[in-house]
């Protein structure tokens, strides 16, 4: 339940605190003063839209607050991290660079989390939502969710599912005969050259490492002679492994006689090992390093070769040889695609025929909730002085989709002797007032929601019709939070609480009010409801009347 509201910077709102307790809360006030401007303050709270325009001109943002009680422990709350307590307090700031920090519980959330918890809390109904209940694109979810069918739809999906996963597979192969041979005749080919060559994953990387050493053979075996050469010597001089054996020898010599060379011994004598296995090492190098002008000719060859592939079929060996390996399975699938077809077809039936018996007791769930859904109706809009109404729900018969097997449209008949069309068709605006509200509240019925909005739901009701919207409005809120935003008379007499939204001027800038009325507050508000601007002693008295009816 809304407790309380607080408003800052919104529009022509400055600042306010408006508090809200159980039953049946009016808003009133003149045309302009700005009780849309509540509506949108609590919408910004739900998650949703909010523009920058709703910055109060002169501020950087605007902010809003709201504080829920007895909440309950909604799974929201550990599925988005959120601490739970029954008294949640909701804040969103909208900054003039279009910013929104949104918190729940001192937890920053995003707009489209929020959201998510807003249709938990509460559900705005105005004139906009008439739209959406004669559109017949909507009348299937509308039904399934008074039968609540979720778990059969749930069951529906998924079989429906692997008839499209089945379907697509089988469109995949479904190809005419002059483009399957077209196809084979080319993986054949492919697959005979690729084959033809004898690759070997990682040979392309091993013959370019050959013939960069080959290139450069020459010049690898007179640095290598070069460098054997210093180490061992030549004819003219002593190499560097002669001449650290002659170091090693004079301070092994040394150390004999003082331990100060020792340390110095250790270090030459490592350094000789090291330089004569370095020796021995380039020696055997040398030995080994043996080309010919013709082993470069042919990995020349055999790289031209694989130069050739990698044009065609990947950059690598590898690649080619998985290009290889695909086109290979491709080629067996095609091979033996009628086999293939034919056992997908075998499982297609079997999954139609799955699809078809969900969607048959979908569609009984339906025919079932829709006796009830059109009786609840009727039942409504008797009481709303609407008993000669007819309504049902029109089924058609399709096949196989995403919703099941059905279509459903409302059709009704506002007056006797008529026939029953579009519901959409067949209504004045305040039969679709009264229409709507009986709607609203047989679906909202199905959901737990504490606290319902009803934003000049009323436009195009007067008279009897008026006086039996507010009792059903009262009828509401006897089970749940109700706001209703009203121009009616008899329907701001029905509320526990009647608030006065109004404006006015001060110092060049217009600020908007929220005030509580009193039993002599409501009074004068009533009359002016009745009577516009001029209030007299009778318009005064009719609306004590009212009051005291009620």
């Known amino acids: 339940m809304l407790s309380l509201l607080h408003i800052e910077n919104i529009a022509v709102i400055e600042r306010s605190d408006i508090e809200f307790g159980q039953g049946f809360h009016v808003l009133t006030g003149e045309t302009g003063a700005g009780k849309s401007i509540v509506i949108d303050a609590i919408s910004a709270i739900l998650g949703e839209r909010a523009y920058r325009d709703m910055i109060r001109t002169g501020t950087e943002k605007a902010s809003v607050r709201a504080v829920f009680t007895d909440v309950p422990q909604y799974p929201w ?21 279009g910013r929104n920090v949104c918190r729940v519980n001192g937890c920053l959330v995003t707009v489209s989390i929020l959201r998510k918890l807003g249709l938990q809390l509460i559900n705005i109904h105005g004139q906009h939502d008439s739209a959406s209940l004669f559109d017949e694109t909507n009348h299937l979810k509308f039904l399934d969710d008074f039968a609540e069918n979720l778990n059969l739809r749930m069951e529906y999906s998924e079989k429906y599912s692997a008839v499209e996963s089945l379907r697509r597979q089988i469109a995949g192969m479904t190809m005419d005969e002059s483009e399957k041979l077209r196809r084979v005749e080319m993986l054949k080919h492919q697959i005979g050259e690729i084959e033809k060559a004898q690759l070997e994953s990682g040979e392309d990387t091993a013959l370019e490492e050959r013939r960069k050493l080959l290139q450069n053979a020459e010049k690898l075996s007179d ?15 002593d190499g560097a492994a002669s001449l650290l054996s002659q170091a090693e020898r004079e301070l092994s010599r040394l150390s004999r006689f003082t331990e100060a060379y020792s340390d110095l011994h250790e270090r030459v004598s490592d350094l000789m090992y090291q330089v004569q296995d370095a020796a021995d090492e380039l020696r055997s190098c040398r030995d080994e390093l043996s080309y010919s002008s013709d082993e470069l000719e042919q990995i020349e060859s055999r790289l031209d070769v694989i130069h050739k592939l990698r044009r065609k079929y990947g950059a690598t060996c590898a690649d080619i040889l998985l290009y290889l390996e695909n086109a290979k ?20 039936m079997t999954a139609e025929k799955s699809a078809w018996e969900a969607a048959k007791l979908l569609r009984q769930s339906r025919k079932e909730a829709a006796v009830r859904l059109s009786n609840q ?3 409504e809009l008797s009481q709303l002085d609407m008993p000669k109404v007819q309504f049902q729900c029109e089924f058609t018969g399709l096949e196989l989709s995403g919703n099941g097997a059905d279509a459903v449209a409302f059709y ?14 067949v209504a004045s605006g305040g039969e679709l007032a009264r229409i709507m509200l009986a709607m609203k ?29 507010a009792e059903k409005l009262k009828s509401v809120a006897k089970n749940k939070q109700v706001l209703c935003v009203t121009h ?21 800038r217009t600020y908007t009010t929220v005030t509580p009325l009193d039993r002599a507050g409501r009074i004068r508000e009533l009359a002016r409801i009745i009577g516009g601007a001029n209030i007299t002693e009778t318009t005064l008295k009719s609306a004590e009347e009212m009051l005291i009816q009620h």
Do not use: W
């Open 329 to 348: 399975q491709e080629l067996d699938k095609i091979e033996f695609a009628d086999d293939h077809l034919e056992r997908l077809k075998g499982k297609l």
């Open 377 to 379: 109706i009727l039942t």
């Open 441 to 469: 509240n047989v679906l909202a019925q199905q959901d737990q929601v504490p606290t319902l909005i009803f934003d000049e739901v009323d436009t195009g009701v007067s008279g009897r019709a008026a006086q039996k919207v």
């Open 77 to 97: 709350f550990a599925d988005n991290g959120v601490d739970y307590d029954r008294e949640t307090i909701i804040q969103r700031d909208i900054y003039l660079d």
């Open 223 to 237: 640095g290598i002679h070069a460098a054997v050469e210093c180490l061992y010597g030549s004819d003219d001089s």
């Open 488 to 508: 009616l008379p008899q329907i701001a007499a029905m509320g526990d609480t009647h608030m006065l939204i109004s404006k006015a001027e001060h110092q060049g």
């Open 412 to 425: 009704m008949s506002a007056n006797a002797g008529e026939a029953l069309k579009p519901m959409s068709k």
